[in-house]
């Protein structure tokens, strides 16, 4: 079983930044790529970026990219998403998950490849 907890979330103005953290249980951690996803009201949950088990690579949805940076560190069993540039339309509750095959080649940017999700964490950004 693992259990996943998210942190971080809160109100933010506009500009400014964030930084989630998922904090994760289990011996295997280190062996699964892990996800960030979000889900704004009225809309589908959507894929926001993903980091490979070596953390060697890195996937963003074009949405975030280049506002947004995924990182782990697996000594800890923590995945992170710092957030800078905040905009209105960044306002969801954000959810890690686990891949649900360890050490694949490709690091899964949809939610089907996922099979552990933290509860989330809820972001607000303020115009």
């Known amino acids: 079983q693992v259990q996943l907890v998210e942190s971080g979330g809160g109100l933010v103005q506009a500009g400014g930044s964030l930084r989630l953290s998922c904090a994760a249980s289990g011996r295997t951690f280190t062996n699964y790529d892990m996800g960030w996803f979000r889900q704004a009201p009225g809309k589908e949950r959507e894929f926001v970026a993903a980091i490979s088990w070596s953390g060697g690579r890195t996937y963003y949805a074009d949405s975030v990219k280049g506002r947004f940076t995924i990182s782990r560190d697996n000594a800890k069993n923590t995945v992170y998403l710092q957030m800078n540039s905040l905009k209105p339309e960044d306002t969801a509750v954000y959810y890690c998950?686990?891949?649900?095959?360890?050490?694949?080649?490709?690091?899964?940017?949809?939610?089907?490849?996922?099979?552990?999700w933290g509860q989330g964490t809820q972001v607000t950004v303020s115009s």
């Open positions: 998950a686990k891949e649900a095959i360890p050490f694949t080649r490709v690091v899964p940017t949809t939610q089907g490849g996922y099979d552990y």
